[in-house]
């Protein structure tokens, strides 16, 4: 894949086949320790310890539609493509979570992309779960949260209505623009101090 968002995407939607109610997405960028963390868990089926330890492999897939499941096992290789790693965490009847390491100077990363969508569509394409998106920059960070947004909104507004997609979209574009301006500021800040 040529954006990391669109495997974050790909996992998601395992974890809607899954049976899952709420996804947590969490991006931590760490520019000053090279270091991207992509954390994709849910309240899933869950796999077995067996099942967990097959997961990156491409031949194995707990879906019955079809036999090969890439997800997963690409994701894997993109991170230990750039020297990172993968982890998977899962309890039968529980959920799973997927763990992504990334060393964003190597020259074999992918871009992150645009992420911010991939969250919008996966919320307004999926009114009956619930997702928590979670983004770190260094120090700086926020939350977006579909239970917090329908407990503001009530019964009667949804969360794919177009008035709420808007304002979904502009949240994440202003926080994201937020996070990433602060960051630089203290990267730059951090810089003059060492000068001086």
Do not use: Y
Request: hydrophobic residues 40%; glycine residues 8%.
């Amino acid at each position: 894949m040529r954006e990391l968002s669109l495997n974050v995407m790909d996992i998601a939607q395992n974890s809607i086949s899954a049976g899952a109610k709420l996804i947590k997405i969490d991006v931590c960028e760490e520019p000053r320790a090279d270091r991207l963390t992509i954390r994709i868990s849910d309240d899933g089926a869950g796999m077995t310890a067996e099942q967990a330890a097959r997961v990156t492999d491409p031949f194995f897939t707990t879906r019955t539609t079809r036999k090969i499941g890439m997800g997963v096992p690409l994701f894997k290789m993109e991170a230990e493509m750039t020297g990172g790693s993968l982890g998977v965490a899962s309890q039968k009847g529980v959920g799973t979570t997927i763990t992504a390491v990334f060393v964003p100077s190597h020259v074999d990363m992918i871009p992150l992309g645009d992420i911010n969508s991939t969250v919008l569509l996966l919320i307004t394409c999926n009114e009956d779960r619930d997702f928590v998106f979670h983004h770190k920059m260094d120090s700086r960070e926020f939350t977006l949260d579909t239970r917090e947004l329908r407990a503001v909104l009530g019964n009667e507004v949804r969360l794919n209505s177009p008035e709420v997609i808007q304002w979904i979209k502009n949240c994440l574009s202003e926080e994201t623009q937020f996070i990433k301006e602060e960051s630089t500021d203290e990267v730059f800040s951090g810089t003059s101090g060492d000068q001086g």
